[in-house]
């Protein structure tokens, strides 16, 4: 399956922590990259791997996977981490394609 | 600093055909697979396909296959995405990424401002 499923919306307290989850049989086999997207704004990387957040992204953002589920954690939220949130990773094709999620809105109250 | 300078925003008619373009800098042009995502109003990234500029080995997502092509020109290290007959389905931003060289990791680590493109009658 070449799919990558994510819960639509989450919210969480100011400071409190969340975890967005992506969930696809290729994530048996490849870690997510997540990416962050805020209203007419371009995607910004910021996990990829293991838990590697690119220069630049706050240690807030932490990533983990297990099984067939990606997760990306965002610890202490703040109100400027209200945004749309989409993994990526490769799909099981062979042929080297990708997928995105679905993607999750996150609100921070 | 590497950058990826898109064309400006297209309105079209449906039918008429349009190449976009992603113009890479600040970094080897040759090395990187670059991608293509869409982003229909309102709706989540959709993953097109990509190309790696050093050969023009070119992927396409079963979704866009032969409903889009992609190429580059390495010798001016821009990076194209064109259609022959535009719908009005392919009302969308247009993203332009450039894949991460950390090897056996899929990501993309830089992205274009977006290329905005209208189709209507």
């Known amino acids: 399956s070449s799919e990558l499923t994510q819960d639509p919306a989450v919210s969480v307290a100011l400071g409190r922590t969340v975890r967005i989850t992506c969930q696809g049989d290729s994530l048996r086999n490849y870690y997510a990259s997540w990416y962050q997207q805020k209203p007419g704004q371009a995607p910004v990387l910021v996990i990829y791997g293991k838990s590697i957040r690119p220069s630049g992204i706050p240690d807030r953002f932490s990533g983990s996977s297990s099984g067939n589920t990606a997760s990306l954690t965002i610890t202490g939220a703040q109100a400027e981490d209200e945004a749309d949130y989409y993994c990526n990773s490769r799909d099981n094709s062979g042929n080297h394609l990708g997928v995105f999620g679905t993607g999750t809105k996150v609100t921070v109250l | 600093e590497v950058q990826l300078v898109q064309s400006g925003a297209e309105v079209k008619k449906p039918g008429e055909s349009l190449k976009i373009s992603c113009k890479g800098s600040?970094?080897?042009?040759?090395?990187?697979?670059i991608g293509w995502v869409r982003q229909m109003p309102g709706k989540g990234l959709e993953w097109m396909g990509f190309?790696?500029?050093?050969?023009?080995?070119?992927r396409y997502s079963p979704s866009f296959q032969g409903q889009v092509t992609i190429s580059a020109d390495k010798s001016i290290r821009t990076a194209y995405l064109q259609w022959s007959s535009l719908k009005a389905s392919d009302t969308a931003m247009y993203y332009c990424a450039r894949r991460g060289e950390v090897a056996g990791l899929y990501y993309f680590d830089y992205w274009g401002q977006g290329t905005l493109v209208t189709v209507s009658s």
């Open positions: 600040g970094y080897s042009f040759t090395s990187h697979w």
């Open positions: 190309i790696y500029p050093g050969d023009s080995d070119t």
